[in-house]
């Protein structure tokens, strides 16, 4: 810093006062300024040299990556309309679905966990899009977190194939934990939903079966 044009700030938490003194050589001025008028000084002084961050090869149908120093959380926009599925021991092939989101970590290790599942609207999706609650079982629904029991979960070492989470997470048999009839338009019991839904269109569900959940898209990436 140049000796003849010296900058001192004042901070008085007492009085909540921050006076800036500026001194070009003998002459001396003060200011009072505000905490936010000094922050944003302080933001726009900063040079930063970091290159930044490359996400590498994202998986098909990636809304969202948030990363820290120890994981990712990805959500992905699952395209398909049908899955097999089953429910205990019935087996449920090409069984019509909504549109879903799957949100989940990857640890540096290529892990999987804390995988969550919401219903969306079925349009281009955006942050406003409204979500609904999931119809079927073993997903809170506070939470959209999804129980997985005793399954081991896949491990993916190289990112991009984490496109493949959705469909193994939907081919996980299903039980009766966390059902509610009161999810569905229809009131119906697990085993007659399902019944119910196996010949349907996949549009089905947005005039008969679901409920919103009065949340958004961007809720859901956000929670």
């Given amino acids: 810093m ?3 044009h010296d900058i001192l700030i004042r901070v008085s938490p007492s009085q909540g006062k921050i006076t800036i003194e500026e001194q070009e050589g ?5 200011k009072e300024v505000d905490r936010q008028t000094l922050l944003s000084c302080f933001r726009n002084s900063l040079r930063i040299d970091d290159p930044g961050y490359a996400s590498g090869f994202l998986p098909l149908n990636c809304l969202s990556v948030w990363q820290d120093r ?3 959380r990805l959500v992905l926009w699952h395209p398909r309309l049908y899955a097999d599925v089953s429910l205990y021991d019935t087996n449920y092939p090409h069984f019509p679905i909504p549109r879903m989101v799957f ?8 892990r999987v966990s804390r995988c969550r599942v ?3 609207a079925d349009e281009t999706p955006s942050p406003d899009t409204v979500m609904y609650h999931y119809p079927f ?5 506070d939470t959209v977190g999804l129980c997985v029991g005793a399954n081991t979960m896949p491990a ?5 194939k984490a496109m493949n989470l959705p469909g193994f997470l939907l081919s996980i048999p299903n039980n009766m934990d966390s059902y509610s009839s009161e999810r569905n338009r229809l009131g119906l019991d697990y085993r007659e939903l399902m019944e119910h839904l196996k010949d349907k269109a996949p549009a089905y569900y947005y005039s008969d079966v679901l409920i919103p959940n009065g949340r958004t898209l961007e809720d859901f990436i956000k929670s």
């Fill in 2 to 4: 140049n000796p003849e």
């Fill in 26 to 30: 003998l002459v001396t001025t003060r």
């Fill in 70 to 72: 120890r994981e990712k």
């Fill in 103 to 110: 949100g989940f970590s990857v640890d540096l290790e290529g």
């Fill in 118 to 120: 919401g219903v969306a």
């Fill in 137 to 141: 079982s073993n997903v809170n629904s």
């Fill in 156 to 160: 993916y070492k190289k990112l991009y």
